[in-house]
């Protein structure tokens, strides 16, 4: 959440928590309840589901809403809600979820229908709905356009649609498909986000080029550089928090922090952590990356990421790098 937090503060425009899998949520395992951790109201959150079926995802809403209104206040705070059809990580792909889904017509639109239909009647104050969606499963579908049924689907019932212009099987070395969104962005009624090797602002006026996207999604580069939004915003960050240190405001446009903005970030994620503590596993990333980024500060250099031994490149996609939009 602390990570959400500097990203919100440094210009993005909504968060999101980490992928929940809907069937073990409907179910209350502790461990899936613990990754919608929205204790800060006003840090715009949404929660992001990966669904097989409609039910499950309908007892999943089911079971937030309950919980909200009961033994987890704190998720009142949740501002959207968005499917995740985008990981291709192989446990995704091997139980039909994810990207898989792309191709199954009916199925997707059912679920997606399921959201619309929820939305419509939940207390809970959702601003809005929508889903993330890959180019296909692999070259085959990306090139028989099955993206476009996820277009048709999402258009009568979602708010938005989020494109990551690559397909499944393809990793994030490998080059984006951008005019893929600009077909979706043709076909649509919604706003469409782009996403995918976005991490300058050169990059961000292009993909707008490109596509014709109404705003973009940052997933890699702010788990990089959580300062990133106010480059690419081009606007001074706004000041702290609740009672959390605050984050002083930064020099407009400036792509990586200063020292004290990185201290200052360092003692906001601590308070939280010490209140809201975060896996272990995840807490040590963030310090080793919170090292890196004092060390940019000083030197003037980019730093390589580290990556720890314990994850590869797909793991710390999937589960620790925020996932966050910028208009």
Request: aromatic fraction near 8%.
């Amino acid at each position: 959440m602390s990570t959400l937090l500097v990203c919100f503060i440094t210009g993005a425009g909504l968060t999101w928590t980490e992928m929940i899998k809907a069937s073990s949520f409907r179910k209350e395992f502790i461990s899936t309840f613990d990754l919608v951790d929205t204790f800060d109201p006003t840090t715009l959150t949404g929660v992001q589901f990966m669904a097989t079926s409609a039910a499950d995802l309908s007892g999943a809403l089911t079971m937030l809403e309950h919980r909200a209104f009961t033994t987890h206040p704190h998720w009142q705070n949740i501002r959207a809600v968005d499917l995740n059809f985008g990981c291709p990580s192989p446990d995704v792909i091997r139980i039909g979820a994810g990207p898989a889904l792309l191709k199954r017509k009916t199925k997707l639109g059912q679920i997606m229908q399921a959201l619309h239909n929820w939305k419509q009647t939940t207390k809970l104050d959702i601003r809005a709905v929508g889903a993330k969606i890959r180019l296909g499963l692999n070259k085959f579908e990306q090139r028989h356009q099955v993206y476009l049924h996820a277009a048709d689907a999402a258009n009568e019932n979602l708010d938005y649609l989020v494109v990551h212009a690559r397909h499944g099987g393809q990793r994030s070395r490998d080059p984006p498909t951008w005019e893929a969104i600009g077909e979706i962005v043709q076909r649509a009624s919604i706003p469409i986000i782009g996403n995918g090797n976005v991490q300058t602002l050169a990059d961000l006026k292009r993909m707008y080029e490109v596509s014709g996207c109404s705003g973009v999604m940052i997933g890699r580069a702010a788990m990089s550089n959580p300062w990133i939004f106010r480059h690419l915003n081009q606007v001074d960050a706004p000041s702290g928090t609740l009672d959390a240190p605050h984050l002083p405001t930064a020099e407009a446009g400036s792509v990586w922090a200063s020292e004290p903005e990185v201290k200052a970030a360092k003692e906001t994620f601590d308070w939280w952590s010490s209140r809201h503590p975060p896996k272990k596993r995840v807490l040590s990333w963030h310090a080793q990356n919170f090292e890196r980024l004092k060390e940019i500060s000083t030197s003037g250099e980019e730093v390589k990421m580290i990556v720890p031994n314990t994850y590869d490149k797909m793991a710390l996609k999937a589960k620790i790098a925020p996932e966050v939009s910028v208009a």
